[in-house]
């Protein structure tokens, strides 16, 4: 699965201090202690016991979020917790040995040079033939979907001179030129001028996303970006701008050189404050509910309290709520949204893609999910590498980290848990997509945008996440059993009581999964059968229709 641990000890030497440890005990939740040899090479942490029936330990460094070591006498202990939120404990025989596995793994999980990660390094043993995941949702394949009598596709951005963080191509406008949105783009934080995110075809308006306008405080102007917004309208549609920013905040920024649409200049739009929290804020959250959570001693009454201080779920409400109204925008009041707030990488794309999953049936399909993903998010340009960079253990404040991605999958698993039925994949698919998002063979999120991704050649020289998930033997276990296709809009309730934790992430190493997993086996084994028994069913009525045909040639019955 990986190259040559000769390989690794050239590329990593100078990291590890000691290759390999015996006698080491590995400590699990709900599992048996097991003893083995401890092994590191320069993306793994492996402890093999040589014995049949148990589970070992394969962990990438770079899914340990912290460490933290316990000498006892002349031996030393390590908790190593991970950025999925699993806490594992070695009990190394050595201190000497303990010391130096602990730097060791200090360093090789704290790797930033993206050409040492492990995904350049991780080839499949699979002989399986797979399509290449990164070409399945270009934009010159989702451009396919569009309205191509109003829109189109440009390739302005096609060295990535105009906007560092926007694909080489975006949809934007068909009467609108390159050299309009070069003007736009000088106009807008960042380069990110608006395109398009959404084309709702049932009343033919359109969501869009850009950054602040820099008007600054003499409330500049730019004419073409004032043409590009309003090549979105017609004589029967309004348009509104969701800005996720507070009143004062949008005010603020003038001083710095941002701003917002005036109404003097964007007479046909009308500008609405739905502050989110910056992606600061959500980790500070993020921290106190794993605390929370892994709070095993205090009584009811005091975890709700700390659950509720922690505020995850009023995140999980306002961004349900804003997405809400974006999503009634444009399905019921037949309006062009822009979303924008500061630079548009955060904040604006959870918007607009939860929009999406509210108002598209596709993008709740597995297919449409992941397009959605890499169209709103990796192509984007949301900065996975700086804000993924660590989790929730790891005690230092890193400036640029930030769960925003892992918010939005919280808000897809809330509307996932009201209508069930709706979604082709499970809640076991946004667990996975989290986990990779943080730490992955796969050279899917890596980077901060496809700017970055096309200098260090990552579709060259990585897998696709898309090319191994949607092999059918991987994929099987991701589908919801109980998907039943539905096309309408989904309105799901922000109610305090309609919002729930999701434990199953969260708390899923402090609860035994085991009766969890066996009733979902037990789903799918129903609908194995159900499968079996509806092809079983086409197949007589095949038949049945055969022998009436035959028995009418032959005169037997009569029409």
Known sequence: MFCSKEFHAM?????????????????????????????????????????????????????IDAIEKKLIGSMGQLTIKCKNFKVIQLDIPNVDDCLNVVSSIESLSNIETISMMYPFFYRPMSTEKTENGWEAYLPEIEFNKMDKDVW??????????????????????????????KQSASFRHGGRFPVLSYYHKSNKTSLLRSSQPLTGQSDKR?????????????????????DTR??????????????????????????????????SNLQESFVKLLEACRDRGCSMDKWLTR????????????????????????????????VHGSEGLDGTLQITSLAQVILDPDCRTMR???????????????????????????????????????????????????????????????IFLFEHAYASQYGTFLCNNDAERMKVK????????????????????????????????????VAAQSLTLWSSLFQRWELDSRPFDDAYMEIGKIREQDKTLKSQVQWLRRELAELQKEALHKGLISE
């Not at 005990?25 to 993306?43: A, D, F, I, N, S």
């Not at 050189?257 to 989110?276: A, C, H, M, T, V």
């Not at 949301?382 to 769960?403: I, L, M, Q, W």
């Open 11 to 63: 590329e990593f030497v100078e990291f590890i201090k000691t290759p390999k440890v015996d006698n080491v005990v590995l400590h699990k939740r709900y599992q048996p202690r097991v003893e083995g040899t401890l092994c590191l090479t320069g993306h793994h942490l492996i402890l093999s016991s040589r014995k049949t029936n148990t589970e070992e330990l394969w962990l990438l460094h770079s899914n």
């Open 152 to 181: 189109r596709l440009s390739t302005v951005n096609q060295s990535y001179q105009v906007c560092k963080t926007y694909p080489h191509a975006v949809v934007v406008p068909k009467t609108i030129t390159d050299d309009m949105l």
């Open 222 to 242: 730019c004419k073409d970006d004032e043409k590009l917004l309003n090549a979105c309208l017609d004589t029967s549609h309004r348009g509104y701008i969701i």
């Open 368 to 430: 449409g999910f992941q397009a959605l993903i890499e169209r709103e998010w990796i192509q984007a340009g949301h900065p996975f590498t700086s804000r993924c960079y660590k989790s929730a253990f790891n005690p230092a404040k890193f400036k640029f980290v930030g769960p925003v991605f892992l918010l939005f999958l919280d808000c897809v698993h809330q509307i996932h848990e009201q209508f069930p039925c709706s979604f082709e994949f499970s809640d076991r698919f946004l």
């Open 458 to 493: 990552l579709p060259t020289k990585t897998m696709s996440l898309w090319s191994y998930v949607n092999r059918p033997n991987i994929l099987e276990p991701f589908l919801n059993p109980l998907y039943q296709p539905n096309n309408a809009v989904l309105w799901p309730s």
């Open 246 to 279: 507070s009143q004062n905040a949008s005010l603020a920024s003038r001083t710095k050189g941002g701003g917002f649409e005036s109404e003097s200049n964007y007479s046909q739009w009308r500008r609405i404050n739905k502050p989110l929290e910056k992606y």
């Open 307 to 338: 659950l509720e201080s922690c505020s995850w779920l009023d995140h999980v409400k306002e961004l349900l709520t804003t997405s809400c109204l974006t999503a009634q925008c444009v399905d019921k009041e037949g309006a062009c949204v822009l």
